[in-house]
Structure formats: structure tokens, C-alpha cells
């Protein structure tokens, strides 16, 4: 059975820095892509960033390119948002995800069927 489990969330002010862990279990995160992806009040689910593939090919969204980096820990089975310079526009409730079968794409959450339960991100002075 998949399973994610996000957490790391917090209150930060403005320029600081977060990590989110995913940890994964029912599959190894290398197996799968794995995307991180955000919901803020009001608005649509939108993609963050993933590992696009078994390669791990990386994939950001545009505006927050330079301040996020994915990564994984094969061994730990887990899958890492490190955030830096943090906006208050990247407040947020935070979901790691997995695709189901076939084509997906990163910048959609449609295409992804497993979802962790959300860790609550806020940034404000």
C-alpha cells in the first residue's frame, strides 16, 4: 500500500528557509516520480517541483527556481523540498504525491493519484 507522509512544515518569516520531508512506504522513491506540489486558500493545487523520472530528472516551477531544490534519500526512502528565501506568496499547505499509471506531468496535480496528508507551510513577519 502507498503511503506518504510530509512533514517539516512551519512558520518562517520572509527570506527564510524550510526543508519538507516525504517519507515514502509501500514503494521505494526511486521507483516512481515523486512531485511536490501546493495549495493555497482560495486557489488551485499547483505543481512545485518533482523528480520526473527513475533518472531523476528534476522539474520547478518557474517561480521558484533558485529557491527550491528537490532531493531523495534512497536509503531513508524519503524525498526532500529544501525552500530558501521564502515569500509570503509561497505560503501554502504542502503535498507530496506520486502518478498513477502512464503519462503525467509535473505541473499537474491531475495525474497524480497518491497524495500525502499536507504539512502547512506559512511565511510572515
Known amino acids: 500500500q502507498v503511503q506518504l507522509a510530509e512533514s517539516g512544515g512551519g512558520l518562517v518569516q520572509p527570506g527564510g528557509s524550510l526543508r519538507l520531508s516525504c517519507k515514502a512506504s509501500?514503494?521505494?522513491?526511486?521507483?516512481?516520480?515523486i512531485g511536490w506540489f501546493r495549495q493555497a486558500p482560495g486557489k488551485e493545487r499547483e505543481g512545485v517541483s518533482c523528480?520526473?523520472?527513475?533518472?531523476?530528472?528534476?522539474y520547478y516551477k518557474d517561480s521558484v527556481k533558485g529557491r527550491f531544490t528537490i532531493s531523495r534519500d534512497i536509503a531513508r526512502n524519503t524525498v526532500y523540498l529544501q525552500m530558501d528565501s521564502l515569500e509570503p506568496e509561497d505560503t501554502a499547505v504542502y503535498y507530496c504525491?506520486?502518478?498513477?499509471?502512464?503519462?503525467?506531468?509535473?505541473?499537474?496535480?491531475?495525474?497524480?493519484?497518491?497524495w500525502g496528508q499536507g504539512t502547512q507551510v506559512t511565511v510572515s513577519a
Open positions: 509501500g514503494f521505494t522513491v526511486d521507483s516512481t516520480a
Open positions: 504525491a506520486t502518478p498513477g499509471r502512464g503519462t503525467y506531468y509535473c505541473d499537474n496535480p491531475l495525474f497524480f493519484t497518491s
Open positions: 523528480f520526473s523520472s527513475r533518472a531523476g530528472n528534476t
